[in-house]
């Protein structure tokens, strides 16, 4: 049973375009991440929101924390193929560390 | 580079065969994870351990084994490898919840 769903599980765009991706849950969290995964690769982290209704940018990336706990949203402005990968969320509610992943969203961008 | 290293990247085993998986990290965390992923699934964890002596089982930790043989290094063990273990596995380490896992570049298992 997958605790986070994410959508659209694949997404594909032209170079400037924009997108948002989604991770919704009926759980509350206390955390959740979001994470970046290219072919052959592990999961990079990206951010780590907190706190309900958190917004954090990091460049040209916006992640959204909802007000609840219980969902995110990752919009990404003006995508590159650099962009192009697996996006993960993941939830966290035990106090070290354990964290449940959703099955990810696959953004392919191309020029 | 400072992170986490999983030995080997890739392994194909016959069904009933033992292997182990290595997994080390230099950044002197805490906290060590196995997962394994598939595709449509996500991650799902295997087995964790919250601090160096301990051990604990997570989703999915039938058909598996781990040590954690010291703060850096854990690994975990394929007693008797089925095809339902073809999977691509990743360990992790973590310091504080926040902080976010770092992960290994991931060892690709097919059980024929």
């Known amino acids: 049973t997958q605790l986070l769903e994410q959508s659209p599980q694949f997404l594909s765009i032209q170079e400037g375009e924009n997108l948002t991706v989604y991770c919704n849950s009926s759980s509350v969290f206390s955390s959740l991440q979001w994470y970046r995964q290219e072919p052959g690769e592990g999961p990079v982290l990206l951010v780590t929101?907190?706190?309900?209704?958190e917004v954090k940018k990091l460049k040209r990336l916006t992640f959204q924390f909802g007000d609840a706990r219980k969902d995110s949203s990752l919009h990404i402005t003006a995508a590159q193929p650099g962009d192009t990968g697996l996006y993960l969320c993941?939830?966290?509610?035990?106090?070290?560390?354990?964290?449940?992943f959703g099955a990810g969203t696959q953004v392919v961008v191309t020029p | 580079n400072a992170g986490v290293t999983q030995t080997p990247k890739f392994q194909v085993l016959k069904t009933g065969q033992s292997m182990t998986l290595q997994c080390a990290q230099d950044m002197n965390h805490n906290s060590m994870y196995w997962y394994r992923q598939d595709p449509g699934m996500g991650l799902r964890l295997i087995y964790y351990s919250a601090s160096e002596g301990t051990t604990d089982k997570g989703e999915v930790p039938n058909g598996y084994n781990v040590s954690r043989l010291n703060k850096r290094e854990f690994s975990l063990r394929l007693e008797s490898a089925a095809p339902s273990q073809t999977s691509v596995y990743f360990c992790a380490s973590s310091e504080a919840r926040v902080d976010g896992y770092t992960f290994g570049s991931g060892t690709r298992l097919t059980v024929v």
């Open positions: 993941a939830g966290g509610t035990d106090s070290w560390g354990k964290f449940q």
């Open positions: 929101v907190v706190t309900g209704g």
